[in-house]
């Protein structure tokens, strides 16, 4: 599909720095979107989640904004962490019982500088 | 409470023979996913199975196939194995439908390399 918007295989920030990994996803009918992060050896795990009825959601240090007009996603980490250097993917789904069914980003490797 | 879990964590196949990958969901969790995982082309959706039926089907040959048992666990097999098979076998288990969309619970994998 159309990509918009900026997206980097890698990011390299200072600890204690904000980080913000941008994902550009394909499907407009997509209504649920989530954030994983997947550490060497280990299989992807759960960040964070929206639904394509908001705009803005946060967590423990992380928030996830969505746009919708340019099909956007974006997960900004706050006070950088060496433990969040990892590989992190957005993924989409459409419809109620089809996250089963999830497309993944091509995903960003984050590593974060002591 | 205990999370995915994938066996074997390795193997090494020859070309042309079949392989059984296992998995056994998070307790509770009826919908059980595949997906492979390569360098190359990432994250592939192979299949989800959701109270032993197939319910989503990805684009991957009729080699690749799986079931779902009474208790939620999972196979996948892949027969006449080929170079190109050579992955990380992810599975991943999410509450299911009636939950409403909920994000997935991954194993580690299983990494096949086939020679």
């Known amino acids: 599909g159309e990509s918009v918007g900026l997206h980097l295989p890698t990011l390299s920030v200072q600890e204690g720095d904000n980080s913000i990994i941008n994902c550009a996803y394909s499907?407009?009918?997509?209504?649920?979107f989530i954030w994983y992060k997947q550490e060497s050896g280990k299989g992807p795990q759960f960040i964070i989640d929206i639904r394509s009825n908001m705009d803005k959601r946060q967590g423990q240090r992380v928030t996830v904004l969505l746009n919708k007009t340019v099909k956007h996603l974006s997960l900004q980490i706050a006070a950088t962490q060496p433990g969040d250097s990892a590989v992190y993917f957005c993924a989409e789904a459409k419809g109620n019982t089809n996250a089963g069914k999830s497309t993944f980003g091509d995903g960003t490797t984050l590593t974060v500088k002591p | 409470k205990a999370g995915v879990t994938q066996t074997p964590r390795y193997l090494i196949k020859t070309r042309g023979q079949q392989v059984t990958l296992s998995c056994s969901p998070i307790?509770?969790?009826?919908?059980v996913s595949w997906y492979q995982q390569t360098p190359g082309q990432g994250l592939q959706f192979l299949f989800e199975y959701f109270s032993e039926t197939q319910r989503n089907k990805g684009n991957f040959p009729g080699r690749f196939s799986g079931r779902q048992f009474s208790n939620s666990r999972s196979e996948m097999n892949v027969s006449t194995l080929e170079l190109g098979d050579s992955a990380l076998y992810l599975c991943?288990?999410?509450?299911?439908?009636?939950?409403?969309?909920?994000?997935?619970?991954f194993g580690n994998g299983t990494r096949l390399t086939v020679t």
């Open positions: 499907n407009s009918a997509s209504d649920y």
């Open positions: 991943a288990s999410r509450a299911g439908a009636a939950w409403g969309n909920s994000p997935l619970h």
């Open positions: 307790s509770g969790h009826r919908s």
